[in-house]
């Protein structure tokens, strides 16, 4: 017997998510059944799908309120591939946005809204370009990764970086090879993390820096989904790793364009060490129903 799922489209930047409201943690979606929901042909299409939760009610929720009691929704993330993700930038704006939208959360001005994920709790708050979350401490890989993609002349080397999920960045030339590189083959990674990664192909304007603020563009084949228009953390990444080649003096502010839009990333100093932010637009599409078999 089949259920009818009301869902909500909605994205950041382009990047794409179907979201389901279960709070009971009822809903069981097969990987199956996740592929099907993504499919642009013949489901609804989406980057993602992320079902609506409360912590409480979702095995993996138990870490997030034993980190902060008070995140009561968790943001249970899967790929468009069926498999499960530990963190999304964009995604996690999106699903504040929908908390929010469906009346299961409140968020005024000034105030933070912690979110649970497979990566620790998310603090979310509004920003004058939509939300603005708070991704934690990141990680600098040890070790360099050769990075090789259809249509990129030579293999490059990469920068692995984790801001709890993790990637490859790396640097190109120019215009012609930002535009050529073909993301609809999976890049090669050597050595191959376990678990694979997210890989960022990045081009520093010149000027790299305005006004103190830091200038990239980024394309992305995110691990799970192939290329999206975005990646929040894959611009976070991005903009790490371009701090970390362009060396002292780097602003701590960056600007990523991505074909979908454009993200802010900012570093700050906190007791526990550097953290990095996310912001952007969060905008809901459409709602729907479909029915599963």
Known sequence: MGIDLQFTKGHGTGNDFVLVADPDGRLDLSPEQIRGICDRQFGVGADGIIRAVRSANLDAGAAALAEDDTAEWFMDYWNADGTVSEMCGNGIRVYTRFLLDQGLAELGAGETLPIGTRSGVRDVQRNATGYQVDLGRWRLEPGETLVRAKNLAVARPGLGINVGNPHVVIALADEDELT??????????DPDPAGGANVEFVLPHDPLVVDGVG???MRVHERGSGETLSCGTG????????????????????????PGGVLGVRMFPTEDGEHVSLSGPAELVFTGTLKLA
Do not use: K, Y
């Open 180 to 189: 050529e590189v073909d993301l609809t083959f999976i890049p090669q990674l």
């Open 215 to 217: 200038r990239i563009r």
């Open 235 to 258: 611009a976070v990444a991005a903009a790490l790793a371009t701090r970390h080649w362009a060396g002292a003096g780097a602003p701590n502010q960056w600007r990523v364009e991505v």
